[in-house]
């Protein structure tokens, strides 16, 4: 996050916030000049200081990634671009669920959703959890309503229903933790209030925030909210790529090789309260994957 700096010239003291940042294999600097005392809306400017940050370092790059990945579209027979979806909601959820502990491999997870090959000496539930993330994934992409508590309750069912029927689409009622994490989600009682409070911020928003950012907050601001007892990553992800496709971005596929990374990333966000951790992240990760359209 930006910080604030005092220099004291004479006996006058003038404050500047300041934002380092490392782009190209070089440190870079913005800075803007506060004044002689310290602005009541310094929260407000914090966070345009950084916007004109990430306009300048990767705002600029992810709207050019959009323009040729639309281009591209249009150029691709229908044919190719079906299945060119398939092959990425096949990757999708088989990362997505082996994130979360599936035991099906990539290639079971593929004869299974494109030729109906049921694997053999596997869990059923992570089976059926698969066919259901895949099923799941193409109705999202046609859905006509807007994110909202029904949204996500909506799709937490379809995913869960046929395992998890005894929570599947419910708000948790009692605590849980994070294997493995230093990060304690918010008690039952805390859940309905802080979903409010994002669909709120959600709705305010919208239409004014980079959809690529606003994509990986939506992600990482349910994932830290945990409204359900299981699930909470996965119906992340799927909201997260439900605003890049509103957008008409491309939709981001967090590989399970990434795995470590990507839950320091939201563990350090949650624990210092601090959303740029992940954005930085998740920022990389998105560039990293769509570069090509870059050249």
């Known amino acids: 996050m930006p910080s604030i700096r005092k220099k004291t010239v004479g006996n006058e003291q003038y404050y500047y916030l300041e934002h380092s940042y490392r782009d190209g294999g070089k440190v870079h600097k913005k800075e803007k000049y506060l004044g002689k005392t310290l602005p009541e809306n310094i929260e407000a400017l914090k966070h345009q200081l950084l916007t004109d940050v990430y306009t300048e370092q990767w705002f600029n790059k992810f709207d050019k990634i959009r323009t040729q990945f639309q281009e591209e579209t249009k150029r691709t027979p229908p044919t190719?671009?079906?299945?060119?979806?398939?092959?990425?909601?096949?990757?999708f959820t088989y990362d997505t669920n082996r994130i979360e502990g599936s035991t099906l491999t990539l290639r079971e997870t593929a004869n299974l959703l494109e030729k109906g090959m049921t694997p053999s000496a596997r869990?059923?539930?992570?089976?059926?959890?698969?066919?259901?993330?895949?099923?799941?994934?193409?109705?999202?992409?046609?859905?006509?309503?807007?994110?909202?508590?029904?949204?996500?309750?909506?799709?937490?069912?379809?995913?869960?229903?046929?395992?998890?029927?005894?929570i599947a689409g419910l708000i948790r009622s009692h605590q849980v933790?994070?294997?493995?994490?230093?990060?304690m989600p918010p008690f039952p009682a805390e859940i309905h209030p802080l979903l409010m409070d994002f669909f709120k911020w959600y709705n305010k928003n919208k239409n004014s925030m980079h959809p690529v950012e606003l994509a990986a907050l939506v992600h990482l601001k349910l994932v830290t909210i945990h409204p359900f007892?299981?699930?909470?990553?996965?119906?992340s992800r799927l909201m997260m790529n439900f605003v890049l496709h509103r957008f008409s971005y491309p939709m981001l596929n967090i590989h399970y090789e990434t795995k470590t990374g990507y839950y320091n990333a939201l563990e350090r966000a949650q624990t210092k309260q601090d959303d740029n951790?992940?954005?930085?992240?998740?920022?990389?990760?998105?560039?990293?994957?769509?570069k090509g359209y870059l050249k």
């Not at 190719?80 to 990757?91: G, H, P, Q, Y």
């Not at 951790?277 to 769509?290: A, D, H, N, P, V």
């Open 177 to 183: 933790a994070i294997s493995g994490s230093k990060f």
């Open 277 to 290: 951790i992940f954005l930085q992240w998740f920022f990389r990760r998105f560039l990293k994957e769509y």
């Open 229 to 235: 007892a299981d699930g909470n990553g996965r119906i």
């Open 80 to 91: 190719a671009r079906e299945k060119e979806l398939e092959t990425f909601a096949t990757r």
């Open 123 to 166: 869990p059923l539930d992570d089976v059926k959890e698969t066919e259901k993330h895949r099923n799941t994934f193409y109705e999202m992409l046609d859905y006509k309503k807007d994110l909202s508590l029904n949204t996500i309750l909506y799709f937490h069912k379809k995913l869960f229903l046929d395992t998890k029927a005894d």
